[in-house]
């Protein structure tokens, strides 16, 4: 759900994403944080029910952005979509496995858990998920060195 005159009331920004006109940066974000909190106020089953949505474009590898309107094509989704499932399972079979040296990991689980409830209260988009990469790329060799080596659990 985008942004529209009912979301806005009166004075919907005339440079739509960017602002308003005759308002800074800092004066135009300020306003945005006001209106979002309102609305959130207003609407708090409707922002509830957003999250799911900010989350799957989180996570998503073919979504990459609203206000682009942008999406990958289906066979760009058929190609992308597999391995990165693949690599998904990988990390989060990862995560499971050294589940209990998780007070050395916590800096690992607060990036990742940091991330999701950063975007649950407010944006979600592809982009936010590079920083939760690396990461993920380590549970995920976990797991493969502990197939690929024949262990068990770490």
């Given amino acids: 759900m985008l942004p529209d005159e009912r979301t806005w009331g009166e004075g919907a920004p005339e440079w739509g994403w960017m602002g308003w006109e005759g308002l800074s940066e800092v004066e135009s974000s300020r306003r945005f ?8 106020r207003e609407h708090p089953l409707e922002f509830a ?3 799911p949505r900010k989350l799957l474009r989180l996570w998503s590898p073919t979504s990459f952005g609203v206000q682009f309107s942008r999406r990958a094509s289906p066979l760009v989704t ?4 597999p391995p990165y499932l693949l690599f998904l399972a990988l990390a989060f079979w ?3 496995q050294t589940r209990r040296g998780w007070r050395e990991q916590f800096p690992l ?9 950063l975007v649950a209260i407010t ?3 592809t982009r936010y998920r590079i920083a939760m990469a690396p990461a993920l790329c380590l549970y995920a060799a976990v797991t493969l060195e502990a197939r690929l080596s024949g262990g068990g659990n770490k």
């Fill in 94 to 96: 990862g995560m499971w």
């Fill in 78 to 81: 058929a190609v992308v979509l």
């Fill in 109 to 117: 689980y607060a990036l990742i858990l940091g991330i999701n409830g």
């Fill in 123 to 125: 944006y979600g988009a």
């Fill in 33 to 40: 944080m006001e209106r979002g909190l309102s609305w959130i």
């Fill in 49 to 51: 029910a957003l999250v």
